[in-house]
């Protein structure tokens, strides 16, 4: 029998992966994958359980899909991992909740089932049992301009507020040589920027007999001839000079660094667990901008973190403030369920909005202030979509700066060089210079 398949996705880019992989698993039995919005046979919600708003949004969707009466109704990934019987008292009506290790075989397990489905499944094995990186292959990135590389997945660092390690399990990498046939699975389908990810991206390798790291994923995809890539985001401390160096001589590579800091209190750091001080982010920042001059930084923080003082949020926003920080990724800290910092005394919730608004002000204000710094200036950028209602197209710079500008549906996937020539608001507009063609020489 061939279904109707409808997969919706939230959370990182690791689920996504995750998500598009199984959807090409689908299409090759001959099921046909819809919208979500669609009517279906099967929904499949790959959830997300890292923020609490996060798990509300996944408990909404497996709502809605079960309003639909379809035969089937799938919940997998963090927050079916962590919370599958809080999810089924919920929820009531039949659901099939697969832990990640089940994920992996979602297909197989389907297609055991008599459907429509009677009763609620319960399949979640514990993630401390995992040791392989699943790896999820992927001929094309359906509905993607850039291609996602999953080179790692799992976390081994046990942060107090992270709910991360008890969802997705201890670091696991995959081997080089099943990066490598990725990398060229997706040149060959003619993607031009592949962004590495990770659920803990710096840990990868380590786990590897013989051991790797990051160094290896430059290096290879440098040697496949990349046009352009980039790297998601990374912990202070595991960027080293020796990657800074070799990032600097890499043709592909794009001038864009993510970094966790959370926080810019040392106080606040130590309770989280981290294993760095506020000074070392400081130092990174600086030495990243002296190598990389137009690099594009960004940071994650979270806001209202249990027992975090007004001079505790005060040293943040001033560590933050001070630095040529790109934009920021504010998360109001919400406790998570397991976690040491769950049981704490928690900051009043409107404490946390204020003190989140304040981050997002001074992201908005960094952010114009970078887009500025462009004006002028001549970017290789990845055209990526149409845009109706500019009436326009948006491509991405090398140092992750969107941009506007008049084009044909041709260049959707092309890299073209555009001249940045006037700012709006939040929005930059540019005019086509010229454009290139790459082609795969790899395979």
């Known amino acids: ?53 996060a798990a509300y949004e996944s408990r909404q969707l497996i709502r809605r899909a079960l309003k639909k ?26 659901v099939l909740i697969l832990g990640q290790q089940e994920k992996a075989k979602l297909l197989e397990i389907i297609e055991s089932l008599s459907l429509p489905l009677e009763k609620t499944i319960i399949s979640v094995s514990d993630t401390r049992d995992l040791r392989v990186c699943e790896p999820y292959p992927l001929s094309r990135f359906l509905g993607h301009r850039r291609a996602f590389l999953r080179v790692q997945d799992g976390c081994s660092v046990f942060c107090s507020y992270c709910i991360v390690p008890y969802a997705r399990g201890p670091s696991r990498s995959l081997p ?11 040149l060959a389908s003619g993607y031009k920027e592949i962004v590495v990810t990770g659920v803990h991206l710096g840990l990868y390798g380590r786990d590897l007999s013989p051991s790797r790291s990051l160094l290896d ?18 912990e202070p401390l595991e960027i080293s ?20 800091l959370q926080s810019g209190s040392d106080e606040v750091l130590k309770k989280m667990g981290r294993r760095y001080q506020a000074a070392d982010f400081k130092t990174l920042v600086e030495k990243i901008k002296k190598i990389f001059p137009e690099a594009a930084i960004g940071a994650d923080v979270i806001a209202g973190f249990p027992g975090e003082r007004e001079e505790d949020f005060a040293k943040t926003f001033a560590l933050l403030e001070s630095l040529p920080i790109s934009y920021l990724h504010v998360f109001p800290y919400s406790p998570r369920p397991g976690t040491k910092a769950a049981s704490w005394p928690q900051v009043p919730p409107d404490k946390i909005a204020a003190r989140a608004k304040k981050l997002q002000e001074l992201s908005k204000a960094k952010r114009k202030a970078f887009l500025r ?3 002028g200036s001549e970017r290789e950028v990845l055209v990526l979509r149409y845009v109706k209602e500019q009436g326009l197209y948006e491509g991405l710079t090398r140092n992750y700066v969107s941009v506007f500008f008049e084009a044909d549906s041709s260049l959707l996937g092309e890299i073209a060089r555009v001249k940045i020539e006037r700012a709006v608001d939040s929005f930059l507009y540019g005019e086509i210079v010229r454009f290139f063609k790459f082609f795969c020489k790899c395979l």
Do not use: W
């Open 69 to 94: 009466k379809p035969l089937l109704v799938v919940a997998c990934g963090c927050y079916a991992q962590v919370a599958g019987k809080e999810l089924k008292d919920l929820v009531k009506e039949p």
């Open 217 to 234: 994923i430059v290096l290879l995809l440098e040697e496949l001839k990349v046009p352009r890539f980039r790297l998601s985001s990374l």
């Open 1 to 53: 029998m061939r279904f109707r398949v409808a997969i919706a996705t939230l959370g990182c880019k690791v689920n996504q992966v995750e998500s598009a992989s199984l959807g090409e698993a689908f299409e090759r039995k001959g099921h046909k994958l819809v919208s979500f919005k669609e009517k279906a046979d099967i929904y499949i919600v790959n959830t997300c359980a890292v923020t609490a708003r």
């Open 373 to 375: 710094e462009q004006l």
């Open 176 to 186: 080089l040589e099943e990066i490598r046939s990725q990398v060229r699975r997706y």
């Open 241 to 260: 000079d020796e990657l800074l160096d070799l990032l600097a001589r890499a043709k592909g590579f794009c001038p864009h660094f993510h970094i966790s």
